[in-house]
């Protein structure tokens, strides 16, 4: 039988505390506002949760990815932009130096990064490159000892907030090959483009970015040139995991606030929870919940037991497809079992419904999941 470790639920208790004593109170108005709370970013750092993964000659835990999904999933439970900007920070931010990283970047930017001072973006998806990756159109060319960037990027989290320290950059070097550049905030020639008007992840932060002759040191390459496309790659198969874990917070608070309605809620002299109609629709979800749990901690199981790239490939595609599907439908139970509140901004499930479909869209759609996991089967799939 599977079950987390004590060590793994006491962990999940304190994140949960921490969450609803430090973002549960704040979150519907700073949704209203678009408020992005950096403070609680600092909280959150100062907790550990940013360096769950990173050895702790950076700062970090030296912890496993169970634990990082443990967190992102009790986030999430509690608001999808807190969790994204976990996920993030970690899957998209941290993780490729820390990856990838000469030993120089990881001491310039890991400790900050780790202890929450600091966020970092990675600069994939353009304009007319999305799902299609490899058609990026941003070009690095080496001058003398700087490369010099030139191109654009388009919804990228974590890249323009006060305590953003830098981007990683995916670039054409040359005809076929693409290659990744950190670029630090405030490089001149480096433009953060207005936020985006989101429909949902309004607490979260996002933006195009727009690069002219922005120059960086050659240094600033990471990893090997022309290992760019190999490396988002990967980077991305991790984020499919915790994907799928902030799909099973959103679809766990979506059950347990539709429980608790439909125990309040009366028609007709009894609770709504005693029509079949809506009981047996909350057992489905509780049933698909539990489904999508059990996916996502087998994927971060297998990474953290060292298994086959392969292997674990196909568990997070297969955990990010079900989950993220699974999340968008409970939110739309949880607005049926709400009815007319459920279309009103004060009871959160209204935010879950706004913030849910990202999820099937966000690195990799539930189209390229579906395309990887056939591979995975043998599949000659284009």
């Known amino acids: ?83 994204i900007t976990l996920e993030a920070g970690v899957g998209l931010g941290i993780n490729p130096i820390l990856t990838y990283g000469t030993e120089e970047q990881k001491q310039r930017w890991l400790p900050d990064l780790v202890a929450g001072r600091a966020l970092a973006g990675f600069g994939l998806t353009e304009p007319e490159a999305g799902s299609d990756a490899g058609a990026t159109k941003t070009r690095a060319v080496l001058d003398g000892d700087e490369w010099v960037i030139n191109g654009a990027k388009a919804f990228i989290t974590n890249s323009g907030t006060d305590i953003t320290s830098l981007v990683t950059v995916t670039a054409r070097t040359g005809a076929d090959e693409i290659s990744a550049i950190v670029v630090p905030s405030g490089t001149p020639g480096f433009v953060v483009e207005p936020a985006y008007d989101k429909l949902g992840w309004h607490i979260s932060d996002t933006h195009g970015l727009t690069f002219d002759d922005c120059r960086v040191p050659e240094a600033n390459l990471l990893g090997n040139r022309g290992d760019g496309f ?129 999820l099937e869209i966000g690195e990799g759609t539930s189209e390229v999941q579906r395309m990887l996991i056939a591979r995975g089967l043998g599949l000659p799939v284009r």
Not at 28 to 36: K, N, S
Not at 241 to 260: E, P, T
């Open 1 to 83: 039988m599977f079950e987390l470790s004590a060590e793994h639920e006491a962990f999940r208790k304190s994140v949960r505390d921490f969450a609803e004593r430090e973002v549960a109170p704040h979150v519907a108005q700073w949704d209203r506002e678009h408020h992005f709370p950096v403070d609680v970013v600092h909280a959150m750092g100062e907790l550990g949760l940013f360096g769950l993964v990173v050895p702790e000659q950076y700062g970090g835990a030296d912890g496993d990815f169970t634990s990082l999904c443990i967190a992102i999933e009790e986030l999430g439970r509690v608001d999808q932009s807190i969790g």
């Open 230 to 358: 190999r490396q988002f790659l990967a980077v991305l198969d991790d984020g499919r995991i915790a994907i799928s874990a902030l799909a099973v917070g959103l679809a766990q608070a979506c059950l347990d606030h539709s429980v608790r309605y439909a125990k309040e809620r009366q028609t007709f002299g009894t609770p709504i929870g005693s029509r079949q109609a809506v009981a047996f629709s909350l057992s489905d979800l509780a049933v698909s919940v539990e489904a999508a749990r059990l996916l996502t901690y087998k994927a971060a199981w297998l990474k953290d037991a060292g298994r086959p790239s392969a292997q674990i490939k196909q568990a997070a595609a297969i955990a990010k497809l079900y989950s993220s599907e699974a999340a968008v439908s409970a939110t739309r139970v949880a607005t049926q079992v709400f009815g007319g509140n459920g279309f009103m901004e004060e009871f959160p499930v209204a935010r879950f419904y706004r913030d849910a479909k990202i």
